[in-house]
């Protein structure tokens, strides 16, 4: 079986987030984009030609996922930007629905990490900015 079949039965209610990497395998629970980050400051060498399944794959995960090296992705819900990222840096792509944008938790616009990330296509500028704006949400919290 092939590593993106393998990362996509990974996903389930519990998992969001699924890497296999010939015998690696690394799941997280954890939503957005902190899996891809935690791999990319504690283990990138593990995101070099990985196969990786998620739940939600917008531009920010997509230019993260750039940034490690990743072979290919699966997205059950990818955003349109998201997919024009993933081909720019000649990442194979599957998706299970494509969507316009990828909406915050309220529904009442853009995820402020996609938004972050719209101007963008360099994947080290997008992880800066990703950083930034993730620690400006919590500050408003």
Request: net charge neutral; glycine share 10%; aromatic share 4%.
């Amino acid at each position: 079986m092939e590593d993106i079949e393998k990362a996509k039965l990974a996903l389930s209610n519990e998992v969001s987030f699924s890497l296999v990497n010939g015998g690696n395998v690394f799941t997280s629970k954890e939503p957005g984009v902190k899996p891809i980050l935690q791999l990319l400051d504690n283990d990138k060498s593990l995101l070099i030609n990985a196969s990786i399944a998620d739940r939600v794959i917008g531009r920010a995960a997509a230019l993260l996922m750039a940034l490690g090296g990743v072979k290919q992705v699966y997205g059950k819900v990818m955003s349109r930007p998201g997919y024009d990222a993933l081909k720019q840096h000649g990442i194979g792509i599957g998706f299970g629905e494509l969507v316009d944008n990828i909406r915050n938790k309220t529904e009442t616009g853009l995820c402020p990490i996609e938004q972050s990330c719209i101007e963008t296509d360099d994947p080290l500028e997008a992880k800066k900015i990703i950083i930034t704006t993730i620690s400006k949400e919590r500050d408003m919290k």
